[in-house]
Nanobody
């Protein structure tokens, strides 16, 4: 069983930055793809960014050039650096890890972009 805990969310003004963290624990051997998803009120959950075992990133068009996903394998932690935040980025951000074909999810962290 993989346990994921997100942190780093909060309230930020438009144009500001936040860095989210996702710490993995438990039976973490075999974790492959990891990613960030978000869900805004009354909207479907959507992909934000993913990173592979060898650190290759992939981004949704809406965040390209503003967000950076990274992974610290020594700390079993994935990060999401979010810059130039906009009100449209307001959502609950979820961490996901895939292990042997099964997806594990964190509890989510709220990001609110507002003046």
């Amino acid at each position: 069983q993989v346990h994921l805990v997100e942190s780093g969310g909060g309230l930020v003004q438009p144009g500001g930055s936040l860095k989210l963290s996702c710490a993995a624990s438990g039976s973490i051997f075999g974790i492959g793809l990891m990613g960030w998803y978000r869900q805004a009120p009354e909207k479907e959950r959507e992909l934000v960014a993913t990173t592979t075992n060898d650190g290759r990133p992939n981004y949704a068009d809406a965040v390209k050039g503003r967000f950076t996903v990274s992974r610290d394998f020594g700390k079993n932690t994935m990060y999401l650096q979010m810059n130039s935040l906009m009100s449209e980025d307001t959502a609950v951000y979820y961490c996901c890890a895939r292990q042997y074909g099964r997806d594990y999810w964190g509890q989510g962290t709220q990001v609110t972009v507002s003046s």
